[in-house]
């Protein structure tokens, strides 16, 4: 959020790329598409074609000046297609009108899996770079022909101007701790990827999303 906050909200004045050093990319946990079954497809490539011969009839639950808005945003542009985006408080808010059939896609995490499980929603996609554990069968969104990734992350960061050798100990330390097998074992069962090697590179998707914002018109404000 510190990439797109500034980008949406003229009152936000840090500044990620001069105010914070990263430390340590701790972890991301992908998202993936989800429909009512009611939708008469059952892949992205089915979506889109959809969604291209009925300009903004598929309604698309985000939470505005969010994660899931900023996605959404990105697959529509890339994608090429109209969507109606319809905004909720949270994306568990949105999941009974997406069972319920009062609107059709949505965006979520692994909290879907058991409603997907008991074929009360269906999964179209994962927006990570590789196949997701909770998701083994499901593609990811490049591998169902949308190329593009997109992930939530949590990375360690510090003020501007820490010395280095403070920075190398923590991240070390950092490093060191996601790499224990019980961490490991947290994630897992919690939908989650750890990176304990990564360096973090999350100021660089500033020219990812500068243009898809200000295409969108996105303001918080």
């Given at each position: 959020m510190l990439i797109q906050l500034p980008l949406v909200d003229p009152n936000f004045r840090i500044e990620a790329e001069k105010d914070y050093l990263p430390i340590v990319f701790l972890l991301e946990f992908p998202l993936v598409i989800?429909?009512?079954?009611?939708?008469?497809?059952?892949?992205?490539k089915g979506l889109?074609?959809?969604a291209?011969?009925?300009?903004g009839r598929l309604n698309f639950a985000i939470q505005q000046g969010t994660v899931s808005h900023y996605f959404v945003e990105l697959f529509r542009q890339t994608a090429g297609i109209e969507l109606t985006l319809v905004p909720y408080r949270s994306s568990a808010a949105s999941l009974p009108d997406l069972v319920g059939g009062?609107?059709?896609?949505?965006?979520?995490?692994?909290?879907?899996?058991?409603?997907?499980?008991a074929g009360k929603l269906v999964a179209l996609a994962v927006s990570s770079r590789e196949r997701w554990a909770p998701f083994p069968n499901l593609p990811t969104l490049t591998e169902a022909g949308m190329p593009m990734v997109d992930?939530?992350?949590?990375?360690?960061?510090?003020?501007?101007?820490?010395?280095k050798?403070?920075?190398?100990?923590?991240?070390q330390a950092f490093s060191?701790?996601?790499?224990?097998?019980?961490?490991?074992?947290?994630?897992?069962?919690?939908?989650?990827?750890?990176?304990?090697?990564?360096?973090?590179?999350?100021?660089?998707?500033?020219?990812?999303?500068?243009?898809?914002?200000?295409?969108?018109?996105?303001?918080?404000?």
């Amino acid at each position: 959020m510190l990439i797109q906050l500034p980008l949406v909200d003229p009152n936000f004045r840090i500044e990620a790329e001069k105010d914070y050093l990263p430390i340590v990319f701790l972890l991301e946990f992908p998202l993936v598409i989800a429909a009512n079954p009611g939708v008469p497809f059952r892949d992205l490539k089915g979506l889109i074609a959809r969604a291209r011969a009925n300009p903004g009839r598929l309604n698309f639950a985000i939470q505005q000046g969010t994660v899931s808005h900023y996605f959404v945003e990105l697959f529509r542009q890339t994608a090429g297609i109209e969507l109606t985006l319809v905004p909720y408080r949270s994306s568990a808010a949105s999941l009974p009108d997406l069972v319920g059939g009062q609107i059709e896609l949505a965006i979520s995490n692994v909290t879907v899996k058991s409603m997907v499980e008991a074929g009360k929603l269906v999964a179209l996609a994962v927006s990570s770079r590789e196949r997701w554990a909770p998701f083994p069968n499901l593609p990811t969104l490049t591998e169902a022909g949308m190329p593009m990734v997109d992930t939530s992350w949590y990375t360690l960061v510090t003020g501007a101007g820490t010395p280095k050798d403070v920075v190398d100990k923590v991240r070390q330390a950092f490093s060191e701790s996601l790499k224990l097998p019980a961490i490991e074992k947290m994630f897992v069962a919690a939908g989650l990827i750890g990176h304990p090697d990564m360096t973090p590179q999350e100021i660089t998707e500033r020219r990812i999303w500068e243009p898809v914002i200000r295409k969108a018109g996105i303001r918080l404000h």
